[in-house]
């Protein structure tokens, strides 16, 4: 279960730029807002996006992450230009666009190979993808209008956390944090679901916790999870999903003994 320190742990950080009245419509949720100090800056101007840099430290190895808000459609181009500029070729999406009757994320990608999505400043073109049983895989291409330039971008959607509570198989998970990071090349990895805190802190834990089983490091995940929360505010929402990352953990190890 979620410790009492985690449970109790207060506002770390400023949160002024998510408060500010220019920027108040970037937010999908009024109450969760990335810290001043560890937000991601877009352009020269440093502008706002509800995402945090989350940085994970695990026997001296460093795991480096962009947390962020599903996009809303005033702040998809704010999207794209922050996959560009942080040199990312992942995208780690933990929802549907609707689940139970609510919009949980907008769709910010093209659905036709043949038509690709025009933004301001950005080109958008949808190169294959494929459903698999429990994620669906998209590759993109982003292409800068002013330059030309043009990146391409592995875009994974988990289709299978249910509205409520966790996954009933933790089996689905595994495969997939181990998927994307299989994926990973360049850049912080792009991780969101809805508000960027809940099921983004469960892949986040998890995918630490894989690579130091990988490597044979210990790890302790209330220290993951305290990392997570000092650089995001309420990182893992609920006890259920505090849980489930135990959950996951034990059936990865589990099937490790099994082997051996």
């Known amino acids: 279960m979620i410790s009492s320190e985690l449970e109790q742990m207060p506002l770390l950080d400023d949160l002024h730029s998510g408060n500010e009245l220019l920027n108040k419509d970037k937010n999908r949720y009024r109450d969760i807002l990335p810290y001043d100090s560890t937000r991601v800056p877009l352009g020269k101007n440093k502008n706002y996006i509800n995402a945090s840099y989350i ?5 001296e190895e460093e795991y480096f992450y962009i947390a962020t808000q599903g996009p809303m459609p005033e702040t998809i181009e704010d999207f794209w230009q922050m996959v560009m500029e942080n040199n990312c070729n992942v995208i780690a999406m933990i929802t549907r666009e609707i689940e ?27 190169e294959n993808w494929q459903i698999t049983q429990y994620f669906i895989i998209r590759v993109f291409q982003i292409v800068k209008k002013s330059t030309g330039m043009s990146h391409c971008v592995k875009h994974l ?8 509570g966790t996954p009933a198989s933790a089996d689905f998970f595994i495969k997939y944090v181990r998927y994307v990071r299989k994926s990973h090349i360049t850049g912080p990895l792009v991780v969101h679901c809805s508000a960027g805190v809940g099921r983004t802190g469960v892949f986040l834990c998890v995918d630490v916790v894989f690579c130091a089983i990988e490597k044979n490091y210990s790890f302790n995940i209330m220290n993951i999870v305290t990392q997570m929360r000092k650089q995001r ?4 929402q609920t006890k259920e999903q505090y849980q489930f990352c135990y959950e996951i953990v034990l059936e990865v190890l589990q099937s490790l003994l099994a082997l051996s």
């Open 157 to 164: 959607q988990f289709t299978k956390w249910p509205d409520h």
């Open 233 to 236: 505010y309420g990182m893992i």
């Open 55 to 59: 940085k994970i430290v695990n026997h």
């Open 100 to 126: 139970g009757g609510v919009i949980k994320c907008h769709s910010y990608w093209p659905i036709s190979l043949k038509e690709p999505l025009e933004l301001k400043h950005f080109r958008i073109l949808l």
